[in-house]
């Protein structure tokens, strides 16, 4: 634990200097704008923006985008909020309760709950990250397909907390969804669902190329 | 006049079209094979279960819409009917965007792009839509905001977008 906390104190003291301080708060700006911004995600712009590495040292750019992960997680709550559109799927409960509050007048309020709780929650989050880790992941191997599919059911069952006043149309609209998502080629088998691959030359789908 | 989710066409084709796109997925699905490897589950079996799905809730819906309306509807929410003047402008700008990005490149597609669909946001506000040197504005905006994005994927972080040359700057 001591050794933790020794690398810990290092790490705080690199983190702590002006250049690495300047290189968070562009991070933490330009995710909150990405945040802003729905279809674009934390994990796409890091994506992006890894050549930067290149030319910028390791540590700062790895601050860099742990300020845009964080600033992109918070970002997707002013659209959520004012527009009632999410700019992230986390925010979409915000954009439940959050607008419901702008339509009462109350937007500034939802806001700053919005900014100062994701404040705390993330500072509480990171810690109990850091602490914690090496012991939850000794369980989370430990995960199996039945826990997979139990999480899965949990998923559809809480769905229906917002369906609505009619479920019918609300089921509807979970079924569209899955169908949806289920376009593009299986994860486990390799098949492809209602996409063309490959056309092959004589079969019934080659009406499709 | 009452609100567009309380007209009876439209509900009848709502329910018609969660009815046809169960039968696309069922299309889709025939041809998969329904058993891989040693379990019986494979990539047949949840396409066919929401095409079922989908086929059943739009047959409800369909019953529901023919025989009366759609039960438990809430309070129309919005603008009582769409707007379909400034949604065909704002169409028009990401469809043009998306089928010439390869011609014309970024930095020109983004531009008329953003000169479609700023009209069509601006009928949908009600404001006048202005003549053609607002369109040219509205174009020089969208090229002030696309090409330094552009230059940045290009130059700085030596990514490959779409353009016009292959120079990387336009």
New interface residues.
Partial sequence: MTDILGLLAGGFATAATPVNLLWAFIGCALGTAIGVLPGLGPAVTVA??L??TAQVEPTASMIFFAGIYYGAMYGGSTTSILLNTPGETGTMVTALEGFKMAKHGRAGAALATSAIGSFVAGTIATVLVTLFAPVVAKYAVLLGPPEYFCLMLLAFTTVSAVL???T??G??AL??G??MG??GI?Q??G?A??TPVACPSSS??SRWC | MSHSSRSRPAQVLIGAAALAIGGLLAWGAKDLPAAIGYSGVGPAVLPWFIAGALAVCGALLLWQALRGGYRALEEGAGAERGDWHALAWVAAGILANASLINRAGFVLSCALCVALAVRGLRIAEAKPAGGPRQVLIDAVTGFLIAAPAFWLFTKVLAINLPGLTATGWI
């Fill in positions: 992006m923006l050549p930067i609505g006043k009619s019918l149309r089921l509807t079924f569209l899955i169908g289920l376009v299986d486990i088998s098949a669902r209602s019934t789908a």
